[in-house]
């Protein structure tokens, strides 16, 4: 093969690995789950399905942005996750995405998830999807994380937008309904990560963060943990009681508050890193669930 095909094919290669450990900085699993509940957001507010142009753009445009915010918390926290088991193997931290490479690709995308929320949704959505961008990847990342065990708590808010942001996309407005499904991811935040928190203490430790199990311990945390999903249980009876929801979602959500508070209970009373990884991932099927069955009522 003469030089110059080989140097083309390495370039091809090289821009598709850069651009393959720039999609894996986005965090693609965290991201799916934010359009899953921008996507319920914007089908609760819709009488019908959504028109699908703006469906679609809204959809992308959140998840862009939110892409965009989750290679900048890389970027930012790269020494952190280096000393990090979890973490380690991020492009950021391992050393093969370099910096200003990483915030321009970022910037670009945020970028244009910006323009297309804006261009094809509406302004407001557009502008509160840039205060989530900045609240995550500034306002927590920076400020909150390295200085407040409560980092999650108060930072929690920026991953409890998602819905507000689709109710916001098909209403052009902030109703009662959308602050509702924000209070639940809201709520749901802070003993859904402190389950990860517990496990992986260690990791925290080595790197310097005082998350609460660090700084306060295992018991106190779980304890908290289940103190939030009893006012989480409260939360969820909400959509019943606006009206957002039928009979079918309260058994539903019921069942599965039931099922978090056993998680939660058990783990106070009887921790262990393993129970916490199950809670952790309890609590992941838990969200996605409450979401699919206020969906499902919605339109049955």
């Not at 310097?208 to 306060?216: E, S």
């Not at 978090?260 to 209970?265: E, K, R, V």
Request: overall charge positive.
């Amino acid at each position: 093969m003469p030089a110059t095909f080989r140097d083309q094919a390495n370039s091809i290669r090289t821009a598709r690995r850069r651009i393959s450990d720039f999609f894996g900085l986005c965090k693609p699993r965290v991201n799916s789950l934010i359009v899953f509940t921008a996507m319920i957001g914007m089908l609760l507010a819709s009488p019908g399905f959504p028109p699908l142009t703006v469906f679609l753009s809204a959809s992308i445009g959140i998840a862009l942005v939110a892409g965009a915010a989750a290679a900048i918390n890389c970027l930012v926290e790269k020494t952190v996750d280096a000393k990090m088991a979890r973490t380690r193997w991020r492009a950021t931290a391992n050393g093969k995405a370099p910096m200003v490479e990483t915030l321009t690709l970022a910037t670009l995308v945020g970028s244009v998830g910006l323009w297309l929320l804006h261009a094809m949704v509406n302004p407001l959505t557009m502008w509160l999807t840039l205060a989530t961008f900045l609240g995550y990847a500034i306002i927590y990342t920076i400020v909150l994380k390295p200085a407040t065990p409560m980092n999650i708590v108060i930072g929690g808010a920026s991953g409890a937008m998602p819905p507000l942001l689709g109710w916001a996309a098909m209403t052009g407005s902030v109703g009662p309904e959308a602050l509702v499904l924000f209070l639940i991811i809201f709520i749901w935040t802070p003993p859904h990560f402190w389950a990860l928190a517990c496990y992986r203490r260690e990791d925290y430790v080595k790197a310097g963060l005082p998350m609460l199990p660090v700084t306060h311990g295992i018991e106190l945390t779980c304890f908290h943990s289940f103190l939030y999903v009893v006012m989480l249980t409260g939360a969820t009876v909400l959509p019943y009681t606006l009206g957002m929801s039928g009979p079918w979602y309260l058994a539903t959500v019921l069942v599965l508050d039931v099922i978090f508070l056993a998680y939660t209970f058990a783990l106070w009373r009887n921790y262990s890193d393993a129970l916490a990884r199950r809670t952790f991932r309890w609590s992941i099927i838990y969200l996605t669930l409450l979401f699919a069955a206020l969906l499902a009522d919605h339109f049955v």
